[in-house]
């Protein structure tokens, strides 16, 4: 359940006097020097609440009670076609512990190098697992062709906004029916039900289906100092099982591992009870 200890107040300290150098009087530079106050503006106001009468500020994310940060912060990655030459048992040999691969999306797209980093992660070592990102196909259709994809581990639906078109054109995401659907015929096949990934908004809009809030594992995407859940799943006593904390670029811990930009997710729990937790949701082909 939801931490019920009152929200940490926080002193907000405004950033150092810059010196009038700052500001020269070329007008690019003068768009250049507004625009990084506004960018610092925006990224403190989003994790803040003002509150002007007391003078004091609340931290969004001391609402609840911050992770604790157990054996290894980037104990599992996720991947896809994007990271090409991953050596695996490097990865293995610096303490991650398991993988996530990108298996499938839509009704028939495979992601090309799913087999290949599945092969080799299993050679490493690796704990496995895979995702499917979900689309507005019928959502029957798509997890069968996920299944007959998918070589073996956990699984996950990724829910989220799909990129853009070709046009810069938004292309219409997965509804919550669809994804009730696509977990529903996962479930039935393998008598085990898929994770969620999702950010804090299209949570929210999982929130809607009893049965996805109640039976599915939660990978939260939030780049984000803390993970925080919406209050429909904290009511009924959900919590996070993986964090994606970083994509390498955004992010607390953010940084190039292995010379590539790659997402790194923090599990809620020992290790002990990240490898529990594997087996028990693994699919076995």
Known sequence: MANQRQPKQV???????RSSSFIEWEPNTI????SALWDEFRTWEDNVYDMPKTGAYL????????PAHPFNPKCVFDISHHQDAFNMATAKSVGQLGVIIKATEGTSYKDKLYAKHYQAALAAGLLLGSYHFGSQADATTQANHYLSVHLGGIMA???????RDKQGNRVPEMTVDQAEAFIKRVFEATGRYPGVYADYDHLNKLSASDLIVRNCWVWLARYKATPVLPPAWLAKGENWTLWQYTDGTLGPLADTVYGQKIDHEQFNGTEEQLKEFWESNTIVR
Do not use: M, N, S, V
Not at 11 to 17: H, L
Not at 59 to 66: A, K, Q, T, V, Y
């Open 59 to 66: 931290l969004r994310d001391e609402f609840l009670e911050p």
């Open 31 to 34: 768009h250049r020097g507004l």
């Open 157 to 163: 639906l990724d829910f989220e906004e799909p990129p």
């Open 11 to 17: 002193q907000y300290t405004a950033p150092e006097a």
